[in-house]
Structure formats: C-alpha cells, structure tokens
C-alpha cells in the first residue's frame, strides 16, 4: 500500500510553466518497485493517462504532452515529479499521481494506489 500527495498545482497563464510534485509513503515494498504515473481529469471528462515511469527509469507519455511534459522520479525522496511547460488551456485538469506495484499499465484499473489530486488551470 502506498499514500500519495501531490503538490505544484497553480494556475498559470498560456505558455507558462510548472513543475508537480508527488511525496510517496509505502508500506512494505520499497518506492522504488512501484510504477508511478500521473493522470488528469477535466471537468465534465474522463480520467486520462499523462505519463507513466517505470521502476527502471523508463518513461511513456501520453501524444498530447510530448516534447512539453517531463516525468520523472526522485526514489531516495520517494518523490515523482512532472514538469510541465509550454502550458496550453487544455491542460487545464485536476492531476492525479498513481502508483502500481512493479508494472506499469495504461489503465486506470492498472493502479490502485492514488492520491488526492492538484488542480492546474492554465488561463489566456
């Protein structure tokens, strides 16, 4: 079992900048086993995939974020971070980090482990 708090959410205007952050506490297995992801949810929408790192350091990102968001992961801080840049309004969401034990997968079945979430409103 893992508790996950996210921080970082802001609002921002087009173009802007920021940089999420995800404080992870496991019991039992160490952090670093876990897949990490984040996901985000608009209002009126689905819950979607953003990104994805493995326990080995391999990221996957969702088309829509490509070239503009960078996850990553700190596992001595037992920290996972998404820096996101090139903000656009569509990016506007509430933005969850989930964690799954040892495999990643694209679904939100995959994790069971999740955190509150931390709004990001990227205004023009």
């Known amino acids: 079992q893992v508790q996950l708090v996210e921080s970082g959410g802001d609002s921002v205007q087009v173009g802007g900048s920021l940089r999420l952050s995800c404080a992870a506490s496991a019991f039992g297995n160490p952090i670093s086993w876990y897949c990490m992801a984040w996901f985000r949810q608009a209002p009126g929408k689905e819950r979607e995939g953003v990104a994805s790192?493995?326990?080995?350091?391999?990221?996957t990102l969702a088309d829509s974020v490509k070239g503009r968001f960078t996850i990553s992961r700190d596992n001595p801080k037992n920290t996972l971070y998404l820096q996101m840049n090139s903000l656009k309004p569509e990016d506007t969401a509430m933005y969850y980090c989930?964690?799954?034990?040892?495999?990643?997968?694209?679904?939100?079945?995959?994790?069971?482990?999740w955190g509150q979430g931390t709004q990001v409103t990227v205004s023009s």
């Open positions: 989930a964690a799954a034990f040892a495999r990643c997968g694209s679904g939100l079945d995959d994790y069971n482990n």
């Open positions: 790192i493995d326990r080995y350091g391999s990221a």
